[in-house]
């Protein structure tokens, strides 16, 4: 016998038992999106590993540690994506679609990182992302912290908090890189390797630090906010303002700094305590040079990612339930002569009703075992068609969830029979009226 081969480290599947909390997810996600008028993107999952080191930033530990590249037949780089902010700005640049000034768009697929697999952490892992062009103000940043928010709130989540801070400008940063630096240096032998090795690279990453040993070290420096300029400051304060003003509810964080390069002035996290050590559950921030650092025209933008495996898991331990949505008839065929006219009678109600959902037995069995699959399914009625029904061009209909006699309709007719008693309207939809 063949050895089992197991699923790589860090990846994991989607069993159709989970399936209702993703498509719970995925069609909220849709619904708000459409809500604010984002229209969808759709963007490779491999790209150049120079967009993500020109993007990113060296000394991230995306850059450094967890991307996946290795080059092809062809001698290309290539990176599987870490992340899709970078990938869209790349596509809108290339597709020419900044020239109109101003874009909002939204994607949703997989993403992967070489990391240590752990609740939460998946090397190949699925996130929702937004992204706007062209906008300059802190309106923008409002909407999309707004949207983010009602995206939340209407996927049922309780418990998740809203963190603010602002990067400022990249002068305003420089200085503040200048006192940080200093300040790190100073206390360099209670560094860890990596900020030790960040303090030359880039000394913000070192705020970013999940080392327990660090953070008393990294509460006691300089802030940020001190060193904004006076239009990031007053960006920052408008901000504030407009979410006040929506009744969003915030707490200002000065060490939030976000572990990617291009961000600029607003940076945020939502976040919980309810998944220990993978606290952050949607993230993003302003990067007003990106689209430049990257080829194209001088380009404000802001965008977030949220991940989806994350706010699967806090809907699972917040107990929320998702109907999964089960056949609404079971079709029982018993005897020799009804294959055919049972895929045929099958094929018949799809096309009467596009968004009726049908199960067919398959693979015989006994006139009593097909029933118990049928009360299995969870379907509402059982059409059963024997070879005596189908000699004389009938169906008999029973139903399996509520009290009502069986009966025989004809084979023309039954279309229009199981709409009524499915309450099934032409368009499409459900008449629950």
Known sequence: MSKIIEPLRGVHDVLPAQIAAWQHLERITRQVFASYGYEEFRVPVIEQTQLFKRSIGDFTDIVEKEMFSFVDQGEDHITLRPEATAGIVRAVISNGLLRDGRLRVWCMGPMFRRERPQ????????????????????????????LSARLLKLLGLRGVSLKVNSLGTPASRAVYRDKLTAYFTAHAESLDEDSKRRLTGNPLRILDSKNPDMQRLIAAAPLLIESLDAESREHFESLCAQLRGAGVEYHVEPHLVRGLDYYTRTVFEWTTDQ???????CAGGRYDGLVAQLGGVDTPGIGWAMGQERIVMLLEKQNLEFSKRRPQLYLVLVGEQTGIPGLQL????????????????LG?????????RADKSGA?????????????????????????????CPVERISERIGNLLGLKKGGERNHG
């Open 346 to 361: 099958a094929e018949q109600l799809r096309d009467a009703w596009p968004d009726l959902s049908l199960q067919i037995n």
């Open 275 to 281: 998944l220990g050590s993978q606290s952050t559950v």
């Open 380 to 408: 509402e009625f059982a059409l059963v068609l024997g070879d005596d029904e189908a000699a004389r061009g009938v169906v008999a209909v029973k139903a399996l969830r509520r009290e009502m006699a069986q009966e025989e």
């Open 119 to 146: 609740a939460g952490r998946y090397r190949q892992f699925h996130q929702v992302d937004a992204e706007a062009f062209g906008f300059e103000g802190p309106d923008i940043d409002a909407e999309m912290i707004l």
């Open 364 to 372: 015989g069995g006994s006139f009593k075992t097909q029933f118990k």
